[in-house]
């Protein structure tokens, strides 16, 4: 990505963003819980990081209206429609996960 002047880059990282959030959308049935098992973060998580990145800028993005943009719909509406329960192995192996990234930043403290 080192040949793009910053603003090209930013419109490809920004193309980019836009199809992951295609994606998500066009596969609902991938759970949060799932994606917080795999890959450690979730739509939720993308909501934070665009207002984290809005108030850096020094701009003001409200969480709920993050949420509306990264789910497609206001996250009551999607979590109502597409949300099922977590099932047991799900949270057993999501507070596997959370048990691993403790112990790895408990060896990176030590």
Request: hydrophobic fraction near 40%.
């Amino acid at each position: 990505m080192q040949q793009f002047d910053d603003a090209t880059r930013t419109e490809l990282e920004a193309a980019a963003f836009r199809r992951l959030l295609q994606h998500l959308d066009d596969n609902k049935d991938v759970q949060n819980i799932d994606l917080m098992i795999l890959a450690d973060f979730c739509r939720n998580c993308l909501s934070k990081w665009l207002v984290s990145a809005a108030e850096a800028r020094g701009e003001a993005l409200d969480y709920e209206a993050a949420r509306e943009y990264v789910y497609g719909m206001p996250y009551s509406e999607w979590k109502a429609a597409y949300q099922k329960p977590a099932t047991p192995e799900q949270l057993e192996a999501f507070d596997a996960r959370q048990a691993q990234k403790k112990a790895r930043s408990q060896d990176q403290e030590a």
